[in-house]
């Protein structure tokens, strides 16, 4: 690694070895993860690489492949695996500078990676569209970072996740060597780069769908048993006529630490966080009540009435991170429930060992319960046997506390030869080496 070399063939890039930005921008949320955060709490880059435009990005990835310096992509850092941490130390590349929307036409945003889900969100909002789909932290997660590191997100209840057909338009990405090429993707090719953590390319430009701006409610609906909200969660999931960016289930344990909506939550209570559409309001009221729910809290999205905290932070990884803050003897799983007899059976045999949360997600044309459960952390042997109590249960695990590809993905893993394409784009492995277990650069082949 030649890093003088590499720094003097940026020209006019911005680059900063500054300690405070080395250390900032050295890391993600691994810390959910005791396990992680013991293995990268000291990774740290040589320098952060802060590209303005596909050109500058085009100089880096040549001045990275002619002088042997890693490059790890950096969007918000808001991943949970490691994504963002550079194990190889090297280069961050941080490509928040690339944040322009470029054409909304025929229902696709074209936009380049590095712009906030949030603002693309207000700018889309402004022309009459919106997201299908976000992650909760969307404040700081970046377009880039949501597709090389994400699976799905506030809208998948409807939309499903990413890999869904029609979900990723197309992707432009650039390659690491000595004369970097611009590569196009469209469809199902979006593949080779969706959720493989800036492994296979340095993704400059994305196309995603959208729809017609809805002025979404909140609903809060709270159960006295955990089991009617689970079947409320399927009976919103199959009303079809019920427009819906949000459906989801926290038992009564993990909703005492959504502090602001505490008092809209009686004492024992499990909940839905749900996300409607005015035109399907009455009918999730009748779905409530069908199930022993009762509706604390209905309010216009984003309307100053109820908690200022967005009820959308009570779902996916922002259950979690609630918890979290405060309990740091915690950490969680990731795990998808087949049927609820697997759910009930787990929570009648763990008790106060896990925390549970359940996200209702649309899935090859049905839908499927995803779950973030919060687990009592007592040391990896438990955790393991956590792991494999789950799965022999029938209930898959894609382990967070492994930071590659290959070991973390399981049934998130996508279709398509993903290590071939890495060959192609990245032949000396340059790209957040250590992410891919299974890849050797080419010349050592």
């Known amino acids: 690694m030649n890093l003088a070399g590499f720094l003097d063939q940026l020209g006019d890039v911005p680059w900063s070895r500054a300690p405070a930005d080395l250390k900032r921008k050295s890391k993600d949320y691994f810390w959910f993860s005791p396990v992680l955060s013991a293995l990268l709490h000291d990774c740290e880059a040589d320098v952060i690489v802060s590209p303005r435009s596909v050109d500058e990005v085009m100089t880096v990835a040549a001045a990275s492949a002619r002088t042997g310096v890693p490059l790890t992509p950096r969007g918000g850092g808001t991943g949970n695996y490691g994504q963002a941490v550079p194990l190889r130390r090297g280069a961050v590349i941080d490509m928040t500078g690339l944040a322009r929307l470029i054409e909304v036409a025929d229902g696709v945003v074209t ?19 919106e997201l ?26 409807t939309w499903g996740g990413l890999r869904e ?28 780069i969706n959720r493989t953590f800036g492994t296979t390319g340095l993704l400059v430009r ?16 709270t159960f006295e048993q955990f089991e009617d909200a689970i079947a409320f969660g399927h009976a919103m999931c199959k009303a079809q006529g019920v427009q819906k960016r949000l459906c989801s289930i926290s038992d009564d344990r993990q909703a005492r630490y959504f ?3 505490v008092p809209y939550i009686p004492e024992g209570s499990a909940i839905a966080a749900l996300m409607v559409a005015p035109a399907g309001l009455v009918a999730a009221h009748e ?6 729910g009762r509706v604390t809290l209905e309010r216009a999205s984003g309307g100053e009435e109820g908690p200022s905290l967005p009820i959308y932070e009570l779902g996916f990884n922002h259950a979690t991170q609630h918890v979290l803050r405060r309990e740091r003897g915690h950490t969680y799983l990731q795990t ?37 459960p919060v687990v009592r952390y007592t040391g990896e042997e438990r955790l393991a046997e956590l792991i494999a109590i789950f799965e022999n249960a029938g209930a898959p695990v894609a382990n967070p506390h492994v930071y590659t590809v290959e070991d ?34 080419s010349e050592t082949l």
């Open 111 to 129: 936009v380049e990676a590095g712009m906030t889900l949030h603002a693309l969100e207000q700018a889309l909002r402004a022309r009459g569209h």
């Open 132 to 157: 299908r789909m976000f992650p909760s932290t969307w404040e700081t997660a970046t377009v880039g970072g949501f597709v090389s590191g994400g699976t799905g997100g506030v809208g998948s209840v």
């Open 165 to 192: 057909p029609g979900n990723l338009i197309g992707a432009s990405l650039v390659t690491v060597e000595d004369t970097p090429r611009l590569i196009d993707l469209t469809g199902s090719q979006c593949n080779l």
């Open 206 to 221: 994305l196309a995603l769908p959208v729809q017609p701006a809805v002025d979404w409610h909140d609903l809060l609906v």
């Open 259 to 261: 502090r602001p909506y």
């Open 287 to 292: 779905l409530a009540a069908a199930h022993n």
């Open 336 to 372: 998808i429930f087949p049927t609820p007899e697997i759910l009930h059976g787990l929570r009648t045999r763990l008790g106060d060992e896990v925390m549970w949360h359940v996200e209702f997600i649309g899935f090859d044309g049905g839908h499927v319960m995803n779950s973030l």
């Open 408 to 441: 973390g993905s399981r049934y998130k893993r996508l279709p398509g030869d993903q290590l071939g394409f890495k060959h192609d784009v990245d032949p000396q492995g340059l790209l957040n080496p250590g992410k891919m277990r299974t890849f050797m650069p």
